[in-house]
């Protein structure tokens, strides 16, 4: 069974760009989340989507977007790129219960000059 | 809001050492706690998964235990090996809702000197 697929695995961008990341969940995972990993402030949650609706989101400001297709794969865009936006972008999915845990895939390293 | 802290934030040991790695939440009302291993760059791996019902979970070496009330849950680690270094997370799912967010500790920091 594939796991969690995130493309692309690098990505350089200027500052003011826009970007796009991609994340196929595991088959038959309906919830697919998104989560930016920085040295400083860690793992922190961006947002979850379950059969194309977004049900939670973090405090991150709305240059940050995301969306979910009828295949559950989803895709996460920030507009306007900062150098702070510099991190590693991490995708989960999950099974629609969510007492079976999550699974993340090898994450988007994101280097923005 | 939940807050999650890991203790030590990095830990150095020699090999064949056993060693304990510890997770601490402030809301107990949570739905279930999750172990990761994050290997340099790289993305997550899951290792144990506790449902709040439950008092611990094991898999190979592995030992996860959940104290629900008190906030806590450990992770042991036998006879640890140089394989097993890496930066080891906790994640707690707070109950409620459909709520599939999960909230991270900033991590243990593993190194298993040979």
């Known amino acids: 069974k594939a796991g969690v697929t995130q493309t692309p695995r690098y990505l350089i961008k200027t500052r003011g760009q826009q970007v796009t990341l991609s994340c196929s969940p595991i088959?038959?995972?309906?919830?697919v989340s998104w989560y930016q990993q920085t040295p400083g402030q860690g793992l922190q949650f961006l947002f979850e989507?379950?059969?194309?609706?977004?049900?939670n989101k973090g405090n991150f400001p709305g240059r940050f977007s995301g969306r979910q297709f009828s295949n559950s794969r989803s895709e996460m865009n920030v507009s306007t790129l900062e150098l702070g936006d510099s991190a590693l972008y991490l995708c989960?999915?999950?099974?629609?219960?969510?007492?079976?845990?999550?699974?993340f895939g090898q994450g988007t390293r994101l280097t923005v000059v | 809001k939940q807050e999650v802290t890991q203790i030590p934030a990095a830990l150095s040991v020699p090999e064949g050492e056993n060693l304990v790695l510890n997770c601490s939440f402030t809301?107990?009302?949570?739905?279930?706690l999750q172990w990761f291993r994050q290997d340099p760059g790289k993305g997550l791996t899951s290792l144990l998964l506790?449902?709040?019902?439950?008092r611990e979970q094991t898999s190979g070496r592995l030992n996860a235990s959940l104290d629900k009330s008190s906030g806590r849950s450990t992770l042991y680690i036998a006879a640890s090996q140089p394989g097993d270094s890496a930066t080891y997370l906790c994640?707690?799912?707070?109950?409620?809702?459909?709520?599939?967010?999960?909230?991270f500790g900033k991590g243990t920091l593993l190194t298993v000197n040979p």
């Open positions: 989960a999915s999950s099974l629609w219960d969510r007492g079976r845990g999550a699974f």
């Open positions: 088959s038959g995972h309906r919830s």
């Open positions: 989507y379950f059969s194309e609706t977004q049900r």
């Open positions: 809301d107990s009302a949570i739905y279930n």
């Open positions: 506790i449902q709040s019902s439950q």
């Open positions: 994640a707690v799912t707070n109950s409620g809702g459909s709520n599939y967010k999960l909230t």
